[in-house]
T-cell receptor, first 111, second 112 residues
Framework: SQQGEEDPQALSIQEGENATMNCSYK?????LQWYRQNSGRGLVHLIL?????REKHSGRLRVTLDTSKKSSSLLITASRAADTASYFC???????????FGGGTRLMVKP | EAQVTQNPRYLITVTGKKLTVTCSQN?????MSWYRQDPGLGLRQIYY???????DKGDVPEGYKVSRKEKRNFPLILESPSPNQTSLYFC???????????FGPGTRLTVL
């Protein structure tokens, strides 16, 4: 079962523009994480936001969490061609020992 | 260098021929897990392990086995592979099941 669902599935923007990806989930969580995956390679952790946090920053990344709407967004500012990748959100179910990933958003940043 | 390694990286095999994909981490992580990634289905967890000798099923465990005899190693075993197990497999480890996951580079398996 997929706990997190990303939206949109694919996003194409020009270099310098901002990219926003959204993640919705179904049950209560302890934390939500965002990962990046370059084509065919392993996922790389970007940022973790806990259920009692509303916003978190890391460099050009900004993550928000709205537990009332069960949703999160990842904003990449001033995008670069090197940001081209798939981005996944992952959530822990409130009860259980698994981290569940969404289907991902494929981001293409055109130079 | 902290890392998760997987071997082999690429494997083409035939139906029914037992195979093992190894996974090793050097970060002393308690939690390790296996995922498969398929187009349109995202990452799905196969098995996970909370610590040595403690393993449990994920979302899609059918056709797979795992073992955790040592903290650093978590091999994935396909006793009788079938074509529907053709996929990209990732091993991951972390200090806890809900903490940052460190992923291996992936193993691309094709079962003919």
């Amino acid at each position: 079962s997929q706990q997190g669902e990303e939206d949109p599935q694919a996003l194409s923007i020009q270099e310098g523009e901002n990219a926003t990806m959204n993640c919705s989930y179904k049950t209560s969580i302890n934390n939500l994480q965002w990962y990046r995956q370059n084509s065919g390679r392993g996922l790389v952790h970007l940022i973790l936001i806990r259920s009692n946090e509303r916003e978190k920053h890391s460099g050009r990344l900004r993550v928000t969490l709205d537990t009332s709407k069960k949703s999160s967004s990842l904003l990449i500012t001033a995008s670069r061609a090197a940001d081209t990748a798939s981005y996944f959100c992952a959530t822990d179910a409130d009860a259980g020992n698994m981290l569940t990933f969404g289907g991902g958003t494929r981001l293409m940043v055109k130079p | 260098e902290a890392q998760v390694t997987q071997n082999p990286r690429y494997l083409i095999t035939v139906t029914g021929k037992k195979l093992t994909v190894t996974c090793s981490q050097n970060m002393n992580h308690e939690y390790m897990s296996w995922y498969r990634q398929d187009p349109g289905l995202g990452l799905r967890q196969i098995y996970y392990s909370m610590n040595v000798e403690v393993t449990d099923k994920g979302d899609v465990p059918e056709g797979y086995k795992v073992s955790r005899k040592e903290k650093r190693n978590f091999p994935l075993i396909l006793e009788s592979p079938s074509p529907n197990q053709t996929s990209l497999y990732f091993c991951a480890s972390s200090f806890g099941e809900w903490n940052t996951q460190y992923f291996g580079p992936g193993t691309r398996l094709t079962v003919l």
